[in-house]
């Protein structure tokens, strides 16, 4: 079963609380000579204080290429995003690659730069158990449990979700801890934490937990030293995706691709970065972005079919 | 320019000088100081106590703060724990961590296992070593523990009875020492501003007070100047507006109390008494017009005079005399004068605080009458007669004269001013003195020479004369005849008419004495002789007077001597009932003899008695005697005798005489009603009230009373009637002739009828015949006396002669005993 619409609509409500489809402050209709940025989020002011900076770096670029104003369209909901897409009101987009990737495949979207957002081009998600448990492989963990972070979450469930799907290991969502588990499943259930998915691997709560791979190193768990042990890690996921809508002026594309790529060799376009949720840098998809979105829809499809299947 | 500058820099200096010495000077500096050391002390102290207060207080809030935090954060942690949900852990703490002061929250599991620190970045699962946290869990309750730097609260987590972990919570004290150093900033910062403030309200208070009380100032300056009219107004609402309002008010008081210099000055120059101030050296220092006056020297010729050049040597004879004047009694002196020569004053003389002394020179005539003037006759008083005897004296002396000084003395004046009382007895005086004036004033019938003699007064019935320049010595003998001639004539003193004669004494200079003291002692001696000698003549003074005065002299002292030692005693002659011839009582009689003056007669030591006083001891003490013998005799069995007391005029005047005799009677345990108090007409009647009242007072309890020597004084039985007597006894003298002589026998009769009028028996003293004894029979006397019965006789006689006579009361008559050796030491009977 394919992640559809409305499957990305109810993945969209889960970021983004439902609201009025009001849409802020700044005018909706593209014009040649504006170009239009995108956001979901509900607090307008601090999507302002990441965006504008890129806006008005933008605008400044991009003169030359008939580009006048550069504008930011905040939306509420994922929906949003994807009607203006349609609509051809919005321009640009930048988020997760699940999200970026489900946008792309339903509306008039396509994948144009990766972003480092946070200094991090890509990441994965680890697969623990306890020091002293017995599991090596996700196989081991039938008939016990393991958390995840939440239904939400690329990293705390969508990979490794995707993850034991692929490996064709039956799951099966608990509402507890203690609920039993299935000899011939792994029950899942979510802790809403990552640090709460440790303890329960320390307490034994559950047999396994997920992370992300960059969290081992955080401060908090250097005292967690050898006491856990990864059993598994998902396949690299980029850390966050710009999509541009499809049919947006080549030229224009051209020249958005030559100012955001070469932003991070500036001081202006660093601090700019920097305002952008610490991004490093804007650059290509290694293997291209089509290839980047191709895996994730093939994800959705796994988890999709594999919950289809232990529901 | 550069004097300019200099002036202006000097003035500065000034300025800064006169500003710095009002701030460090006086009240300024007292003020400020006490009031600086006021303020930062309160401020200091405020400071301090606030702090410990306030830090103590903070301190304890946020302990209990910190446990409140950590008990609510345990409560809402507890689930979380349990279900080891470490983000809502976290985000728990964080909101905690976000609160103000709270500098670490964590939460441990059970084995003490950091599960969160609020998003701190702590390592979890690492084990926290904390003793709180232990003793918390240990305690099962929330502890708290405080450092220098931080509160630390502790509240365990329980779930179902188990222990499944603890929250840990720190809060700093670094805003409590922020607050506590920022109210100390606040306070030293208000101090300031007070002590500013206060000192800038001392210094305005200061200066409106220092200008108050420099008004002040210049007023206290002017009244010690003596201007008492200047008064400041000061409206300052406080203490010194009081203090000027009675400031005030005391000026105005001095002003009408009190005089100014110039005020005194004017003052002491009108008096018209002369005033002088020595020195301590006795030199005039100032004198006022008065006493320029009186020494015809002008004031600045009185300066530094000596005081003691300006008085008479004779009358004042050395300094120690003017200095005793100080403070005492007025000196009477003579002054040195240039114009009067030497004229009497009155100096008195008070001591000044500095070491001076005022001299008041007073010539007032009142006061020179007062000091040198009798002032019943208005004759020169004993002041002024030394003073011109002396003079008088002197005079002779340069003259070779002769000069004589009377003593003259009435007789009877006593009994005249007793009798009629003081004014007759003044009135009398009076008259003596025109008369003796009156004889004196012809000099030329008395040939006297041109020497005015003068006559004074010294005191009592006692007038002196000084006749000077006399040519004989017959010539003060004719002169004492005149004056005993005038004396001799009857005085009239208004209803009734007084016969005194006078005896006079008369003592010449240079033969009787050269020193005008010793003039007057001689001519006081003559007169006394010639009065013991019949009185109403005239006597030189003869050295053999002075030797009877020296006896006379050594008698009262013998005498004195003799009451001290019991060396008088007593006699007791014996009185019979006429009619049954027994013995009915006895008169105590005194006997003195003395060891070396052999026997001495009552008639000589009687009066000596009298005139010194010791007669007062003798009665009282033959009383006592008397009383022991009547006692005595009631234990013999003469319980019926009575004694017979002679007591004088002295004794009976005595306000306790009735006491002593009464306490006599007592103590001896005599019968009173055997007790005869004998006083003559003359005593009784000196003060007849109180006389009746004491007798009346003996009487009441038995005591007898006998009118002795009637006959002798008035006679009068106005007198008779008041007096409370059981009986009269008749003087001898009217009883010795009365037998054979008609006009004593009428006189005899005429007493008998008025005793018997007033019903008193009647006692004859001094019977030694048969026939005067029958006379008396016949007359109707009841009793009798004297040597025909028996002189008086010792107390250890009595008895046997009783028992030999037979005399005893119920036993027959004797014949009258065989008359002894008339005994020299009686002179009653």
Known sequence: ?311 | MIKRNGTTTTRLRFGVRRVWRAATHGLARRFGIVQTLTIVGTALALGIGTNALVGAQVRGEIEDRALTMANAQARLAGVQLADYRLEDLAMGLADLGNVRGVTSAIVVDGQGLLLSDGNAGGALFVPIEDPLIDAAKEARSSLVRLDDTSVTAVAPVFLGGGDIGAVRLELSLASMYEQLARLRRQTVIIAAVFAAAGLLATALLLKRTRRSLDALLDMTQLASDGEFGRTQVIRSNDEIQHLAVSFNRMLLRLRRSTVSRDHVNHIIQSMSEALLVVDANGRITLANRAASRLFGHTETGLYQKRLRKLVCRETTPNDQTLTDSIGGAPLETRVVTKREGRIPVLLSASKLPDGQATVWLAQDLRVRKLAYFDSVTDLPNRVQFRQELSRAVIEAQRERSKLAVFFVDLDHFKMINDSYGHDVGDRLLRNVAERLQGTLRGDDVLGWGDGNPLLARLGGDEFTIVCRQLATTSEAARIAERLLEALREPFNLGERQALVGASIGIALFPDHGTEPETLIQNADRAMYWAKERGRNAARFFEPMMDTAANQRLEIETELRRAVAVHGLCVYYQPQVDIASGTVVGCEALLRWHHPKLGAVSPGTFIPIAETSGVIIQIDRWVISTACEQLKRWAAQGLGDLRIAVNVTALTLQQDDFVDYTLEALKSCDADPAKLEIEVTERAAVSDLADTVRKLNALRAIGVQVAIDDFGTGYSSLSYLKQLPADRLKIDRSFVQDAHRNGTDRVVFKAIVDMAKAVGMEILAEGVETREQLAFLGEQGCHEYQGFFMSPAIAPDDVMPWLLERELLPDTPQPEPAPRKKRQRATVDA
């Open chain 1, 1 to 311: 079963m394919h992640l559809t619409i409305d499957r990305r609509r109810h993945l969209a409500s889960a970021v983004a609380v439902m609201a009025l489809a009001a849409i802020v402050a700044l005018p909706v209709e593209a014009a040649a000579d504006v170009l239009t940025i995108g956001s979901v989020e509900e607090d307008v002011q601090a999507e302002k204080a990441i965006f504008v900076p890129l806006c008005d770096y933008l605008s400044e670029h991009l003169k030359e290429h008939g580009v006048d104003e550069v504008r930011l369209v905040v939306h509420t909901s994922i929906n949003g995003i994807a009607g203006a897409f349609d609509r051809g009101e919005l321009d640009l987009y930048l988020d997760s690659p699940v999200l970026t990737a489900v946008i792309a495949r339903d509306a008039n979207a396509a994948p144009f730069l990766r972003s480092w957002k946070e200094g991090v081009s890509a990441y994965s998600t680890i697969i623990y158990v306890r020091s002293d448990s017995d599991a090596a492989t996700l196989d081991d963990l039938a008939g016990q449990r393991i958390a995840f972070k939440k239904r939400e979450s690329t990293p705390g469930y969508f990979m490794p979700r995707a993850h034991f799907a692929a490996q064709s290991v039956p799951m099966v969502e608990l509402r507890a801890t203690d609920e039993p588990v299935p000899e011939d499943h792994v029950g899942y259930v979510f802790s809403h934490g990552d640090k709460t998915t440790l303890g329960w691997v320390m307490t034994g709560r559950v047999a396994a937990g997920v992370m992300k791979d960059a969290d081992l190193e955080a401060p908090e768990l250097r005292g967690i030293g050898d006491r856990i042990r990864v059993i598994a890690e998902t396949p690299p996921m980029p850390r966050q995706v710009l999509t541009r809508r499809r049919d947006l002026d080549p030229a224009l594309v051209t020249a958005l691709r030559v100012v955001l790529t070469s932003m991070h060799e500036t001081p202006e376009g660093r601090a700019v970065l920097q305002a952008l949720d610490e991004t490093r840098k804007f650059d290509e998809f290694p293997g291209g972005g089509r290839a980047v979105f191709e895996r994730i829809w093939s994800m959705l499809e796994m988890v999709d079919a594999a919950r289809d299947a232990g529901s």
